[in-house]
């Protein structure tokens, strides 16, 4: 996190410019008063509440209007399990691209995809992207696997104990399974690893979520599974946490690669030599020419994981979908390959952490409800296919950047796309 000197020396005559040396350091300064407003204490979603909490922000009635409008006022009971100190709700624009054809194990026929952004030109990418593959018969995809992790640590007073401690923990594996599955009617805990670090265990439990994305799941199961060791272990750890930062939760990490965080899935398609230089303005050997380099790039820049912009269109999705927007962080870790074939392109991505859902979190809430009925992928048995959809929609979002960054059609389509933009 290191600034060089002559950057560094900039910004401070940058702020001299604007503040005296003694306002700068009187700014730092620690303040304790009382704040003007309190929120009430009760985070819940009530009317009563709701008001209070607009007095305490203040804002005239414009800005309050834009947040908590008249359907947003019929909703409100809705949002009740999905958010506290509920004051309103954030219209974002939603686009539709497609019909994205997939061939999955999972997901079967055409989707149009409901993509929520502010960015502009991200829909026409993604459009492209997905029309592309239709006129190409499909892409083939296919979910790989699945789980969901937490990882709980626990503190021994030296090596020996947490030597005893693991050795415990693996004998009675079938108990904390039985442990950890009372807490759920569908999750289940597929596996455990263990890693021991000096006087620390780490305790790496993986569940199959059902439909779910399942994170509150096994936060849950974990709980239980903790309270019973610190109740049964033969050794007792000095300290634990239900989740020591090994999981990989909402964060790319390096072992993504390794295993599984949500669900794995991969998508493939071949596309003919005429398509490319029809739909995307370019050849094969050049998208081929630009992933080779742009892998290299992305491997000197360490990047986990080389690929386009996967998180563009997962976050659109997610957003849309009522699917937890911070999982974005792992999920936008993969891999996409592109190679020439004798009659064109082949191109296929992997993401092995998508946390993805069809019920549960915010799948319910009206709106994003509305948007997973579009897609067809609303309820209980429709996670995997979401999966595989969402797949599938990376591999048109990589198809059409790579296509547009080989054309030179790159920031063009940018420029001509936000054009209409009024900045106040």
């Known amino acids: 996190m290191a600034t060089d000197h002559y950057q560094l ?50 804002g005239d009635a414009k800005v309050r209007e834009q947040l908590l409008d008249t359907q947003t006022r019929a ?56 029309q592309l593959i239709t006129e190409a018969g499909g892409c083939a995809a296919m979910l790989l696997d699945e789980g969901v992790s937490r990882a709980p640590g626990f503190a021994f007073a030296n090596l020996r104990e947490a030597g005893e401690f693991a050795a415990w923990a693996v004998s009675s594996l079938n108990e904390l399974r039985q442990v950890g599955e009372s807490t759920t009617r569908h999750g289940k805990l597929k596996n455990l690893r ?14 199959a979520t059902g439909d779910a994305a399942g994170q509150n799941m096994v936060t849950i199961a974990t709980e239980a599974i903790c309270a019973h060791i610190l109740a049964h272990a033969p050794v007792k750890p000095q300290y634990h946490f239900i989740e020591a930062n090994l999981s990989g939760d909402k964060k790319a990490s390096a072992q993504s690669f390794l295993g599984v965080r949500g669900r794995k899935a991969t998508a493939e398609i071949h596309l003919p030599r005429e398509l490319v230089e029809k739909r995307l303005h370019t050849t094969p050997e050049s998208m081929v020419d630009y992933w ?53 392109l082949y191109a296929a991505v992997t993401l092995p952490n998508l946390i993805v859902g069809s ?19 609303k309820g209980p048995g429709k996670a995997r296919a979401l999966a595989e959809v969402a797949a599938g929609l990376t591999l048109g979002g990589e198809l059409s950047i790579i296509g547009a960054l080989c054309a030179g059609h790159f920031s063009r389509a940018h420029k001509v796309l936000a054009r209409d933009r009024k900045d106040s």
Not at 194 to 207: A, P, Q, R
């Open 9 to 58: 020396n900039d910004y401070l005559s940058q702020l001299l410019d604007i503040y005296p040396i003694e306002q700068l350091y009187d700014r730092l300064e620690n303040r304790r008063h009382p704040a003007k407003a309190r929120l009430p204490l009760s985070p819940r979603c009530k009317p009563a509440l709701v008001e209070r909490r607009w007095q305490a922000v203040g």
């Open 75 to 130: 909703d409100m009971e809705a949002y009740r399990a999905n958010i506290e100190n509920f004051i309103g709700t954030v219209k974002v624009p939603v686009g539709i691209a497609g019909p994205l054809r997939v061939n999955g194990l999972f997901a079967q026929g055409d989707y149009f995809l409901p993509l929520a952004t502010t960015e502009a030109a991200l829909v026409a990418s993604y459009n492209r992207g997905a």
């Open 194 to 207: 263990l890693t021991v670090e000096g006087n620390h265990v780490y305790l790496h439990f993986e569940f």
């Open 292 to 344: 080779r380099m742009s892998a290299l790039g992305g491997v000197m820049s360490g990047t986990i994981g080389v690929h386009g912009h996967y998180a563009n269109g997962l976050a659109a999705l997610y957003i849309a979908c009522g699917q937890d927007a911070a999982c974005v962080a792992e999920s936008a870790v993969g891999v996409t390959r592109f190679e020439l074939t004798d009659d064109g």
């Open 359 to 377: 019920v549960g979190g915010g799948t319910g809430l009206p709106s994003q409800a509305a948007c997973l009925s579009i897609l067809g992928l």
